[in-house]
């Protein structure tokens, strides 16, 4: 009896312990003043300096000392960027971390001028008592708005195409600090050019942008035959206007499931209010539990997925939420600190009629490099009407999101490279796009050919950054 009772304590520490290494696998690594890594800490660099600039003086007097010293000037927001987009080898960054405030604020004009470093979040926060709601953000809303113009962000709702469809104006110093006053109206050719490549031409100080009614939405998710999905949204989802928000879903079950069923989720609109009150993410030390057992273990991905199809096809799952609400999805249960491995999101725009041939590579390439991926989503980005710089939906195309873990060792890494390169090609070959910042694994013969703009930007960079001052490792390591 007493074996018995010790061998019961000592499976419960067992399972404690276990839960305690799944929950918080390595603890934080945070850089110090000088050094610096990125969100994934692949790349880093020890820097000279980091000012949180707490006002456009500042910021003008530190671009010029930097001009004289013939030092780099990288821009930081939230970090949460790979790749090193916010610092290099003895460069100064610039924090924005003060510029966070609501300058100006129109509920009848539904408009809203924001400083740099203020996130989506905040907007939510204030604007929610109005009943507005944001147009277009990324996925989640802890990024900053600065950051986000910068790379002309895109989500999931299928009536826009980009962000780039919801700002007025803005304003930003230029590397020979100079405050300059941006909109469609005063310099449409520099408006157009600088989404995109704000952080290797200027500091963006704040931003004006359009707001829309907090909708309410009725969720709906079905399973279809992802080989039907092209002619799925041609026919529900591309001309529909009362759809504000659509993606779909792979199932990551490895090996005879993978990548085959598959779910379309659509937030429809309905007349009814629903209650608009802000929710917190709840659950976020249990998911991230869950969470890290998807990234140790492909039974646990099993489970998961079979959980999910049970979730929505036994019980017909639908649920009422505001705009507002579901742009504030969990996120917080994703943070990740291993010492050996790191999470790398990368996505793809494929043109609608060539999803299908995509996936089948996809799959095939996935398999073959025993890829460990955490999630697989879709969406529908609309074409952009707009004249933006480097635009990765000249179409109508399927974005495809993957979320995957990876070694951060050496020979992983080459790994990862390679087997991307060879994705780029078969995007190239399709007539789609990369996400350009959230890799620098593409050659400079695939850069080139995908984004034939790119010359364009090298010209304007010349006009308005001659001396090369704006700079980072991904810019350095990419052009
Ligand atoms: C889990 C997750 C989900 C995501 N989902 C999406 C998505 O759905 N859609 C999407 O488009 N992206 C998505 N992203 C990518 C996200 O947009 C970027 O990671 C971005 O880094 C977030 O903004 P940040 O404030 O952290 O920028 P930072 O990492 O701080 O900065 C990134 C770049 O922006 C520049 N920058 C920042 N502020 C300024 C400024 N004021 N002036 C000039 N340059 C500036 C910096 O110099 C740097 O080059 C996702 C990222 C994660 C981690």
């Excluded at 809203?112 to 008592?129: C, D, F, G, L, M």
């Excluded at 939420?321 to 999805?329: K, L, S």
């Excluded at 980005?381 to 399927?398: A, F, T």
């Amino acid at each position: 009896m007493k074996k018995c009772i010790l061998t019961i304590i000592w499976l419960i520490v067992w399972l404690l312990l276990w839960i305690l290494y799944i929950l918080f696998w390595n603890s934080s690594i945070v850089g110090t003043d000088t050094y610096q890594t990125d969100f994934a800490r692949i790349e880093k660099a020890i820097i000279d300096k980091e000012v949180h600039v707490q006002s456009i003086q500042e910021i003008q007097q530190l671009i010029q000392q930097a001009s004289q010293q013939k030092q780099k000037v990288s821009i930081a927001g939230k970090k949460y960027s790979w790749w090193g987009h916010t610092f290099t080898q003895n460069g100064l960054v610039i924090d924005m971390k003060n510029f966070n405030e609501i300058l100006d604020y129109d509920r009848d004009k539904k408009t809203i001028t924001v400083q740099a470093w203020i996130t989506w979040w905040e907007i939510q926060s204030y604007i929610n008592k109005d009943n507005l709601a944001i147009q277009v953000m990324q996925s989640s809303n802890i990024f900053s708005v600065g950051w986000s113009l910068s790379s002309n962000i895109h989500w999931r709702d299928p009536r826009y195409a980009t962000i780039a469809d919801t700002v007025d104006s803005f304003r930003m110093i230029d590397a020979s600090w100079q405050l300059l006053d941006v909109s469609y109206e005063t310099n449409p050719e520099l408006f157009w050019s600088v989404i995109w490549w704000f952080w290797l031409l200027w500091v963006i100080t704040d931003v004006t942008l359009s707001l829309q009614e907090n909708e309410s939405y009725q969720i709906k998710t079905l399973a279809l035959n992802w080989e039907d999905y092209n002619s799925y949204l041609k026919e529900n989802v591309i001309w529909n206007q009362n759809i504000g928000l659509h993606y779909g879903r792979f199932s990551i079950e490895k090996w005879d499931n993978f990548l085959k069923d598959f779910y379309v989720t659509n937030y429809s609109l309905i007349q009814e209010e629903w209650d608009n009150t802000l929710q917190d993410e709840k659950w976020v030390l249990r998911n991230r539990f869950f969470f890290n057992l998807s990234r140790n273990y492909d039974w646990w991905k099993k489970v998961r997925w079979k959980l999910q199809q049970a979730f929505t096809e036994n019980l017909k799952w639908e649920k009422k939420i505001t705009r507002n609400n579901a742009m504030n999805p969990p996120i917080r249960f994703i943070s990740y600190h291993s010492k050996t491995h790191t999470d790398i999101l990368h996505e793809y725009f494929i043109p609608i009629d060539s999803f299908d041939i995509f996936m089948e590579k996809f799959r095939e390439t996935m398999v073959k490099n025993k890829v460990n991926l955490l999630s697989i989503t879709t969406r529908y980005i609309k074409k952009s009407e707009k004249k933006v710089l480097l635009n990765y939906n000249p179409e109508d195309m399927i974005s495809v999101v993957f979320y995957i873990n990876v070694w951060l060792w050496e020979k992983e890494q080459s790994i990862l490279k390679w087997y991307t390169q060879e994705l780029i090609d078969t995007v190239n070959n399709l007539w789609g796009t990369y996400y350009l910042s959230y890799q620098n694994f593409a050659t400079k013969e695939q850069f080139q050919s995908i984004y034939p703009d790119f010359q364009k930007f090298e010209k304007i960079k010349k006009i308005y950054d001659s001396e090369n001052i704006f700079s980072n490792i991904f810019y350095e390591k990419n052009f």
